[in-house]
């Protein structure tokens, strides 16, 4: 049996063959699948096995059963909605608090305003959803998808609905993807502390273990390696460990728990290191971060030059202001836009499975300086 990974179930192995002979247009609209005694036989898997596929792509919508007739691929969905979802998993768990939160999150709001801008020329409405329900999938033409991969398969979305991944990578997940360029932007960062006569670089990373943080680790290692600096482990720190619930099932606070990893790092070590350098996972850890670097008597950027990243507005107006990887989050929401309604209007088969690296740009101000 194809695509046997990861000592998946049959079932789901078998589901995946036939999703992908659909998409593929191996399967068309209206094409008979085999009984049931024939994939047993030709798989050599029990009827249940069969069941549970046909059921499962059935929820899907990829396929209809007709009483006496048979198993047919479905017919895709033709009458569109004019509404587009998109899905914001972990910002806040009921439709108030996520419009609050899209208001008041630089971040997520210049996300959606670039998807907006794509959304109104094409005179269609936003339904802002957390974890959608089959009954929101059925309203809307497509998602927008601004969560971590691996939650997407628990939400049952439609084969055939047009979707695209945003900021997040899509890792092994067969979804149109736009993320910006996580590698180039540590490795920007650490060539610009390079640049000040630094070499004992720190790294507070989101986490040890989500996808962008693992390549803005590469990033670093090879900004290092470029200078002839070596490797150190012992500078790298992590807002969030694998000991932590993941995905996490509420808002991360950044400068909170930025700020109690970097007091952790104080308290256990941190002048050992000689490091008076320090990139951190956002602009809001960043600002944790400066916190309790003043708490503890140390300046920015005297004693440690700190860049953020992502380059939301809040940046410009700290101080010492704050040297950032600029993201660009507007840009992303557009292309992420654009990207699905060309799936909508090609079809679900039409343009294939694009994925979409957008640069990123280093925005020096205050809170670097040349190593002393």
């Not at 499962?56 to 198993?71: D, V």
């Not at 990139?279 to 003043?294: C, H, R, Y």
Request: glycine share 8%.
């Amino acid at each position: 049996m194809k695509n046997l990974t990861r000592n998946q179930p049959k079932y789901r192995v078998l589901a995946n063959e036939f999703r992908e002979k659909i998409s593929q247009g191996e399967l068309m609209p209206g094409d008979k699948l085999p009984s049931f005694a024939e994939i047993c036989e030709q798989y050599e898997v029990a009827v249940t096995t069969v069941n549970q596929v046909y059921t499962l792509l059935e929820q899907e919508g990829l396929i209809e059963r007709q009483q006496g007739r048979g198993t047919f691929v479905a017919q895709p969905k033709n009458v569109l909605e004019g509404t587009i979802g998109v899905v914001l998993i972990g910002v806040m768990h009921d439709d108030i608090n996520i419009r609050n939160s899209v208001r008041n999150n630089d971040y997520t709001r210049d996300l959606i305003l670039g998807i907006q801008s794509v959304i109104h020329e094409h005179n269609s409405r936003v339904l802002l959803l957390d974890k959608p329900t089959r009954d929101d999938l059925a309203k809307v033409d497509g998602l927008l998808l601004f969560c971590h991969s691996i939650d997407i398969p628990e939400m049952g979305i439609p084969a055939l609905l047009p979707k695209v991944l945003i900021v997040f990578p899509a890792q092994d997940l067969n979804v149109a993807n736009v993320v910006a360029d996580d590698y180039g932007a540590a490795k920007l960062a650490t060539e610009h502390l390079i640049s000040l006569g630094h070499r004992r670089i720190s790294y507070l990373l989101a986490s040890d273990h989500d996808p962008y943080s693992g390549e803005r680790l590469k990033g670093y290692q090879a900004a290092l390696k470029q200078a002839g600096i070596p490797f150190d482990e012992k500078l790298l720190g992590y807002v969030r460990h694998t000991s932590c619930e993941y995905p996490v099932d509420r808002e991360v606070n950044y400068f909170q728990e930025a700020g109690n990893a970097m007091q952790n790092w104080l308290d256990s070590g941190w002048k050992e290191l000689n490091s008076k350098a320090l990139i951190t996972a956002n602009d809001t850890s960043a600002i944790g971060v400066m916190k309790v670097l003043a708490n503890n008597g140390l300046n920015v950027p005297h004693d440690v030059s700190v860049v953020g990243f992502d380059g939301t507005e809040i940046g410009e107006h700290l101080t010492p202001a704050l040297t950032t990887i600029k993201i660009p989050l507007k840009e992303i929401g557009m292309r992420g836009a654009e990207l699905l309604y060309e799936q909508i209007q090609n079809g679900s088969r039409g343009g294939g499975i694009e994925r979409v690296t957008l640069p990123v740009q280093l925005v020096v101000r205050e809170s670097t300086t040349a190593f002393v």
